[in-house]
Nanobody
Framework: QVQLVESGGGLVQAGGSLRLSCTASGRTFSSFAMGWFRQAPGKEREFVSRIARSGGYTSYADSVKGRFTIDRDNAKNTVYLQMNSLKLEDTAVYYC?????????????WGQGTQVTVSS
């Protein structure tokens, strides 16, 4: 079992930046692919970004490409999501995910979520 805890959410003005962090329990963090999803009220949870176990491969949703950057620090058991040029439509609860094989909507482990609110 793996526990994931997100932090770094909050209120930010459109055009601003936030950095989300997700810290995992256990001693096998580097064995898991990691990623981020988000869910706005009344909408389905949607993919945001993923990163391979080694950090050598990353992928982004078209809606955030060029604005968001995912990275991981295996020594700290932490994955980050740097969010720049934030837009109103980025407002959502952001969830960290982990899976021993691949990140998807059915990833094995999920954090509790952290709220990101972008104001005009």
């Amino acid at each position: 079992q793996v526990q994931l805890v997100e932090s770094g959410g909050g209120l930010v003005q459109a055009g601003g930046s936030l950095r989300l962090s997700c810290t995992a329990s256990g001693r096998t963090f580097s064995s898991f692919a990691m990623g981020w999803f988000r869910q706005a009220p009344g909408k389905e949870r949607e993919f945001v970004s993923r990163i391979a176990r080694s950090g050598g491969y990353t992928s982004y949703a078209d809606s955030v490409k060029g604005r968001f950057t995912i990275d991981r620090d295996n020594a700290k058991n932490t994955v980050y999501l740097q969010m720049n040029s934030l837009k109103l439509e980025d407002t959502a609860v952001y969830y960290c995910a982990a899976d021993p094989l691949a990140i998807s909507a059915r990833s094995q482990y999920w954090g509790q979520g952290t709220q990101v609110t972008v104001s005009s």
